[in-house]
């Protein structure tokens, strides 16, 4: 049923999946294991927050293979068979994974299987990565390419949707595949497109496109390289002036912390401003082995964001998101987006609605540290951006003042600047400092003033 293929002429490794994962291979060769011996951060009071997520059945894989990230590559559980023997399934996960192979393939590492709890069929972690019946299924409003990436791409692989910024998307392939995939058209191979990126293409119009300040790659997983592959495109990227700023979105160190070597990283640390993008969406996600992880990344000066996606059953809870965001910047990792999920063929059930993200949003803002505090956005169907979606702080506006509430539902009013609220002379004529007041009496009588229209929410100017 897998279909991923070797990927061999960008360095990708080839997958040897073996049924139950337990392969032993390469065991004199290891130069991608990473050193996990007991850091400084070990001893630190958050360390019972972050617990491993250990070794499950591979108890007995020796740690030079464990913590070898090719190796967690070629024993991913990518067959029903293979993920049949590890746990049992629903009857909709078994028919899921038995199709899997039309639409977007099956793939989990050894390392994030550990997460899933097998005797929950609603465990957060497995609704992510075990494809169910309901993939097959369409409604009529849900897009193979919901962000349409496909109308802006002016070299194949490159997209060009926004005025000074690109996306590359420069592999197919991911370490695991997320059911909820917004790309599950061309990712990991199965699906009815299939990406053919044109490198020196893409690279040319960036040359030539000199509005181009900003680069993201993604895919895919751009970190699935070898590191000398993902260093040429990085290096002819860095190389063109105009390119002020790099960006790489991946799933990597959640799905596989072991990538995260010292070297890939001493690597990326040539080519700054790099900033990367990481997507964690439950607090489970967030092991030891992760924020080791994180933090290799942090102390070689790349500034991490986290991408999460609001998820039925996941993370479409207030608590859970909370956590996530406080776990988030232990990591040293600043929560940056939280997205609706889009509107992607095969995901109905595992959207949740708009109300429920913006309750999430006004669950964490003024009630935790402002850092934690994601932006809710859209991605505007059809390629329209991004758009933020959140609670309503504004409850009237007009020339003279702003009336607002605070995260406790109480109203202030703030004198808007304008002509004529310029002072004359120093210290008379200033406006007024801000001061509580009651809902009712200040709406009326901002809009009263103005225009008076008793809505809710005004803008008046
Ligand atoms: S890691 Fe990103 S690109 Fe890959 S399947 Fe998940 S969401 Fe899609």
Redesign the pocket.
């Known amino acids: 049923m897998q279909t991923d293929e070797p990927g061999g002429q960008w360095g990708i490794p080839s997958v040897e999946a073996s049924p139950l994962g337990v392969k032993l291979s390469h065991p004199s060769q290891h130069p991608n294991r990473v050193n996990l011996e007991p850091s400084p951060l070990q001893s630190s009071a958050v360390d019972e927050q972050f617990p491993s997520a250990g070794r499950g059945i591979w108890a007995r894989v020796p740690d030079v293979d464990w913590n070898d990230w090719r190796w967690q590559l070629r024993n991913r559980i990518t067959s029903l068979e293979a993920l049949e023997a590890l746990m049992p399934l629903t009857p909709t996960e078994r028919a899921g994974v038995s199709q899997a192979g039309q639409h977007?393939a099956m793939a989990i590492t050894p390392y994030f299987f550990n997460l899933i709890n097998v005797s929950d069929p609603n465990c957060p972690i497995r609704s992510q990565v075990i494809p169910r019946a309901e993939e097959m299924v369409t409604a009529p409003w849900e897009m193979a390419d919901p962000c349409g990436e496909d109308e802006h791409m002016p070299v194949p692989g490159l997209v060009h949707r926004y005025p000074d910024r690109v996306l590359f998307l420069v592999t197919d392939?991911?370490?695991?595949?997320?059911r909820?995939?917004?790309?599950?058209r061309v990712?990991?191979g199965a699906g009815e497109q299939h990406l053919h990126t044109e490198f020196t293409e893409a690279i040319n119009y960036i040359r030539e496109h000199t509005e181009v300040r900003d680069v993201l790659l993604?895919?895919?997983?751009p970190l699935l390289f070898s590191d000398e592959r993902l260093e040429q495109v990085l290096s002819q990227l860095r190389a063109i002036k105009h390119v002020e700023f790099l960006r790489i979105?991946?799933?990597?160190p959640i799905?596989l912390p072991q990538r995260i070597t010292p070297e890939l990283c001493a690597m990326l640390r040539k080519y700054h401003p790099l900033w990367m993008s990481i997507?964690a969406n439950h607090p489970k996600e967030a092991t030891r082995e992760v924020r080791e992880a994180c933090g290799r990344l942090a102390d070689a000066g790349i500034p991490l964001g986290n991408q999460s996606?609001l998820l039925r059953g996941v993370n479409d809870d207030a608590a859970v998101m909370k956590k996530l965001m406080h776990k988030l910047l232990m990591m040293r990792v600043r929560p940056y987006y939280i997205y609706q999920c889009d509107p992607v063929k095969g995901t109905h059930h595992l959207r949740t609605t708009v109300s429920k993200g913006v309750e999430i949003i006004e669950a964490l803002r003024g009630h935790t540290t402002g850092y934690a505090v994601p932006q809710y956005v859209i991605d505007a169907p059809g390629g329209g951006g991004k758009v933020p979606i959140g609670p309503e702080y504004v409850l009237a506006h007009d020339k003279q003042r702003v009336i607002i509430r605070n995260y406790e539902g109480k109203v202030f009013e703030y004198p808007e600047l304008n002509d004529t609220s310029t002072p004359a002379k120093s210290g008379s004529g200033a406006p007024p400092s801000p001061r509580p007041l009651g809902v009712e009496a200040a709406v009326k009588s901002c809009c009263t003033t103005q225009e008076g229209n008793g809505h809710d929410r005004q803008t008046l100017d």
Not at 173 to 178: I, P, S, V
Not at 218 to 221: A, E, I, Q, R
Not at 249 to 252: K, L, Y
């Open positions: 977007l392939r991911c370490a695991a595949y997320c909820y995939c917004t790309r599950s990712v990991s993604s895919g895919g997983d979105g991946t799933r990597i799905f997507h996606v």
